[in-house]
């Protein structure tokens, strides 16, 4: 999914060892539709050469301040204003220190100080130049300022050897960041979004669980077209294998009463809340505490139901929640979704029919329907996942709107549009930043059966 299409990116390269990933990083910004120029510093081209990026984001490289071509135009103040968005990646302890200090010695630090735009910082280095005082006292004045956002290294093995934080970043969560920073409409600022995602993991023995095919992918996609937005994200996840979303708080699960738990914690405190995972129906009458060998004869397997989350959210939604669910069927799709949007007292819900191509589990596209509690339909073609994020939250703001009234906020008040570029401290709020077919949704149509039922949400 294109999520930076029409967008921006000058991408600086910085001389250190991770400069070669920054190659990767401009080919995966442009497969998300971002137009992407390089800036490399002199000690960049000693690990990369520049006719690498320029054959990966078709564009020359810009190399230096003196460029008499180039400067004929002042082409530093011409790159200056020419991006929707700066990502230094890697960015070294020497360019972090002369951004801090306000110093512009080469083309890479003018094009910063003479830009306006946000900047993405990649910190890579040395464990120990990470921890030095100086490079955090530098780090701590940049992110004072608005426009500078961090994405802090990981920890693992670095180039020389030894081992601690200092390595660039997972590419995904520069990605995430950029997607964040270059968009100038955040409309979910100040508020919370809760999403569940993923299956459940029912036991049947240590060996042994009951589950369904859902991977988690829709809901992580919500979970980072939500962040873009400047929303607070809680992600309730069961069991995947996806890189989370950057800036988003993960919370861990695995099964239907783990998640059931997480998510009365923590809706109280959502403005709008996202059901789609594909919560078990049923679990096991009983879990054994030994493996079951088949030599031990035939085995029954006695199945009770799980509570039912999406309905007890909607018992106690307040006024001002938004509630969205999501329904995967293989039949009279449409029946069953609006039957589970009334009695679960839903605003939306997205429905899609699992059994159709290119629509639900274990892919990245999908075909959905959604319905609103006044029984309007919207009927969308196959898209990416990460497209159909897009467009809901497009919708649930949309109708959000029109529950308030104009120009009215979440508890009545007048609102002003928020117009921070992203990044930085916050000035008025802080911010936290299988085997045997199994369960399903919260769809309680039907006797039990031995998959535990439809799933209720789309498997990302």
């Known amino acids: 999914m294109n999520m930076l299409k029409g967008k921006r990116v000058l991408l600086g390269v910085t001389g250190g060892i991770a400069a070669y990933r920054a190659a990767e990083l401009a080919r995966m910004l442009t497969r998300e539709g971002a137009e992407v120029r390089v800036a490399m ?18 564009h020359p490289v810009m190399l230096s301040l003196f460029d008499q071509q180039e400067e004929s135009q002042i082409g530093h103040i011409a790159a200056a204003r020419w991006p929707d968005c700066i ?33 993405v910082l990649a910190p890579a280095m040395n464990w120990a130049m990470w921890q030095n005082e100086f490079v955090q006292a530098n780090l701590a004045r940049l992110t004072a300022l608005e426009r500078f956002q961090i994405v ?35 409309d979910l600022h100040d508020e919370t979004v809760l999403i569940t995602s993923g299956p459940t993991y029912e036991d049947i023995d240590p060996v042994r669980f009951v589950a369904n095919r859902s991977s988690g992918k829709m809901g992580f996609a919500l979970a980072r077209e939500a962040r873009a937005r400047g929303g607070r994200v809680i992600l309730i996840a069961g069991p995947n294998s996806l890189i989370p979303p ?31 995972a594909a919560v078990a129906d049923f679990r096991p009458a009983r879990t054994a505490d030994r493996k079951i060998h088949k030599d031990e004869g035939d085995f029954s397997l006695p199945l009770v139901k799980t509570v039912d989350i999406l309905s007890e959210l909607g018992q106690s ?10 329904a995967a069927e293989t039949h009279q799709v449409m029946t069953y979704g609006s039957q589970k949007l009334r009695e679960k007292r839903l605003d939306l819900i997205v429905v899609n029919d699992v059994s159709e191509e290119g629509a639900g589990f274990e892919v ?14 919207e009927q969308w073609p196959m898209m990416p996942k990460a497209k159909v994020a897009v467009m809901l939250f497009d919708l649930i703001q949309k109708h959000r709107a029109n ?14 549009p928020s117009h921070r570029p992203g990044g930085g401290r916050r000035r008025r709020s802080k911010r936290g930043g299988g085997g045997g077919g199994g369960g399903g949704g919260e769809s309680r149509g039907g006797e039990g059966r031995a998959n535990g039922g439809n799933p209720e949400g789309q498997p990302a």
């Open 41 to 58: 510093t002199a000690a960049a081209c000693e690990f990369v050469q520049p006719l690498t990026f320029q054959a990966l984001c078709g």
């Open 87 to 119: 990502v230094v990646a890697p960015a070294t302890a020497n360019f972090i220190g002369k951004a801090a200090g306000g110093i512009a010695d080469d083309l890479l630090t003018t094009i910063v100080m003479a830009s306006r735009k946000p900047v």
């Open 152 to 186: 802090p290294p990981e920890e693992g093995e670095m180039a020389c050897g030894e081992t601690g934080k200092g390595r660039l970043a997972t590419l995904d969560f520069i990605i995430d960041r950029v997607v964040y920073a270059s968009r100038e409409e955040k």
């Open 246 to 276: 950057c800036d988003v708080q993960v919370v861990p699960v695995r099964t239907a009463a783990q998640m059931l738990e997480a998510v009365r914690k923590h809706a109280p405190e959502a403005n709008v809340i996202i059901k789609a």
């Open 317 to 326: 939604k307040r006024h001002n929640q938004f509630l969205v669910g999501f």
């Open 364 to 377: 990245d596209t999908n075909v959905v329907k959604v319905i609103d509690n006044a029984g309007h339909i």
């Open 403 to 416: 529950q308030k009234g104009p120009d009215k906020g979440r508890d009545g008040h007048s609102v002003r």
